[in-house]
Nanobody, 118 residues
């Protein structure tokens, strides 16, 4: 399984970006898909997740600003990021898991850099 993340870039504070994570196979086979991020000098942080059945959740620091969605027809998961802040600067990684358990088979994309700066 390959996950191809894209959509990162340089954006001023208050701007928007949409990240995409395209899977090499049907995403119907993944119970959970989502995004983590790693800011410079910081630990990896979970950002957002979506479960089969369209349940979604995001971390508190991005609530009201970030939205995660999945398009099964395109085998793609999206992260819409609005009202971006400098503290959102990070490399964003998408992931996919075949089951609810953390021991289920998991796959990672290569990361896409988001830089929020004026």
């Amino acid at each position: 399984v390959q996950l191809q993340a894209s959509g990162g870039g340089l954006v001023p504070p208050g701007g928007s970006l949409r990240l995409s994570c395209a899977a090499s196979e049907s995403i119907l086979g993944f119970v959970i898909m989502g995004w983590y991020r790693q800011a410079p000098g910081k630990q990896t942080e979970w950002v957002a997740g979506t479960m089969s059945g369209d349940s979604t959740s995001v971390t508190d620091s991005v609530k009201g600003r970030f939205t995660i969605s999945r398009d099964s027809a395109k085998n793609t998961v999206y992260l819409q990021m609005n009202s971006l802040k400098p503290e959102d600067t990070a490399v964003y990684y998408c992931y996919a898991r075949r089951g609810r358990s953390e021991t289920a088979s998991s796959f990672w994309g290569q990361g896409t850099l988001v830089t929020v700066s004026s």
